[in-house]
């Protein structure tokens, strides 16, 4: 990508300056960082007041791959500076579906269409979206695998979720707060409805804190860390991120979903009440 395409999120043309605002302080849009243009040119926008500084411009110029909408993503190491949205700096990667947080998970992002890719699957080079639709895939023949175990009951619907987690993880220390302030919310509506945090021992993740430090602080119950339940379930629902909430009608072993993390997050976006978590968990349920 050539220096003169690269534009700010609403597409005005960057010109290269010395001199912005009346103080010549300025902070980048996309990695939040503090600069003075005299030392520091920046790349300016003056019609949205947005700005790129020497680097994060330079980075942009090498970023080639666009959204499925065929727009262009930013790279971006702080999302809230760059977009309000993001609080947190907390974003799904629409790529491997795992939740990400800057500036740990720099991402590419497009602002027109909320559209994430973490640096992993960026730098991968490949089909984005087929990537997507392999791991849809791989969820959906799970889904059918426990379908067809399915228990036939009259009985009402009773769900559950396992919430896989780490205190190695900055990804779950920020997603976390997120489930529970939902989690408390379908307490009121289901009181036999519970969680259960799952956690296993993984080669070149050693854990920050015990496990029982780490649980307490959230507001459901946990199964023994690396237990042989915990592994078992690991195994059972072929985690491959994390954090990952899956949930489960206990009336008769169906599997719901593997994707309670994205569902809440879909629903932060919209607030759409078709959208909301427990509720369509529910419809869904047998």
Same mark, same amino acid.
């Given at each position: ?40 040119? +920046?790349? #300016? @926008?003056? $019609? *949205?007041?947005? %700005?790129? /500084?020497?680097? =994060?411009?330079?980075?942009? &110029?090498? !970023? ?42 720099? +991402?590419? #992002? @497009?602002? $027109? *269409?909320?559209? %994430?890719? /973490?640096?992993? =699957?960026?730098?991968?080079? &490949?089909? !984005? ?158």
């Amino acid at each position: 990508m050539d220096s003169a395409s690269v534009t700010c999120t609403k597409s005005h043309a960057l010109v290269a300056s010395n001199q912005v605002y009346h103080h010549n302080r300025y902070t980048c849009n996309a990695c939040g960082e503090h600069y003075d243009a005299a030392n520091d040119m +920046v790349r #300016h @926008c003056e $019609l *949205c007041n947005f %700005d790129l /500084c020497p680097q =994060c411009f330079s980075d942009q &110029t090498k !970023v080639g791959l666009r959204c499925p909408q065929k727009h262009r993503l930013f790279k971006v190491t702080d999302l809230a500076t760059f977009n309000e949205e993001y609080n947190g700096n907390i974003y799904m990667c629409d790529g491997c579906g795992r939740a990400r947080i800057c500036p740990f998970h720099p +991402v590419l #992002h @497009c602002p $027109l *269409c909320s559209y %994430d890719l /973490c640096g992993e =699957c960026g730098n991968k080079n &490949t089909d !984005v979206e087929k990537l997507k639709l392999a791991r849809y895939a791989k969820m959906f023949e799970l889904e059918k695998k426990f379908a067809a175990q399915t228990i036939s009951t009259t009985a009402s619907p009773k769900l559950k979720g396992y919430y896989f987690t780490g205190s190695w993880c900055p990804a779950c220390e920020a997603v976390t707060p997120i489930v529970s302030g939902f989690y408390k919310n379908w307490k009121q509506k289901d009181s036999d409805f519970e969680i259960f945090a799952v956690g296993i021992k993984l080669p070149n993740y050693p854990e920050r804190m015990s496990w029982e430090a780490y649980t307490k602080t959230m507001p459901w119950k946990s199964i023994p860390f690396d237990s042989a339940k915990a592994r078992e379930l690991d195994k059972t629902y072929e985690i491959s991120g994390y954090p990952t909430l899956v949930i489960v009608n206990t009336s008769n072993n169906e599997l719901i979903t593997l994707k309670g993390i994205d569902d809440i997050f879909e629903y932060r976006e919209d607030r759409e009440e078709t959208k909301e978590p427990f509720s369509k968990w529910l419809k869904k349920a047998k």
